[in-house]
């Protein structure tokens, strides 16, 4: 039967922290005491030679320490150019207001009740017939009515009539 240290143990006695039983078997079996001062010296040669490596990376490589610059300071503020902006907005304020009601369009109505009146037809907001030939007319239309317009860019032969209710 094999009465030496299993690789946990051995490992526990390597990083230091070993309990007593271990600690006990280490300091009465030669195999065992001999594999654990193998690998902790193989373990202090590999920590030598990285050190080792490290300073001379460091002392091929000086780095520069340099001083924090100062800060810049902002310049000061003399105010020249406010009075600019000011003349600037003013002068686009005025020319708003001269060019705006040229865009501004009144909606006007398409028959004023007084129109309807001298035609001879009742001054009544709910002329039953007329409001179903527009309703009829709008749902009859084969295109948009905002695409009506391109419609006399086609060729004639290109259009095809009506053929009733769609």
Partial sequence: MN??????QFAKC?????????LQHIGECPECSAEVERVGAALSQFLSA?????????????????PLKPPI??????????????????ATA?????????FIS????????????QAGQPATEANADAIMNRVNLHLSRTLPAPM?????????????KPRGVQ
């Fill in 148 to 160: 009506e317009p391109m419609l006399s860019l086609i060729p004639s032969e290109f259009i095809s």
């Fill in 73 to 90: 300071k902002p310049l000061p503020h003399t105010g020249a150019g406010i009075p600019a902006l000011r003349w600037a907005l003013m």
């Fill in 106 to 117: 009144e909606n006007k109505p398409r028959e004023a009740p007084e129109q309807a009146a």
């Fill in 50 to 66: 990285v050190r080792h490596r490290i300073d001379d990376r460091m002392a091929s490589h000086p780095t520069e320490i340099t």
């Fill in 3 to 8: 009465n030496h240290l299993s690789p946990d």
């Fill in 14 to 22: 390597i990083a230091g922290q070993p309990s007593r039983e271990e």
């Fill in 94 to 102: 005025i020319v708003v207001a001269a060019v705006l009601p040229f």
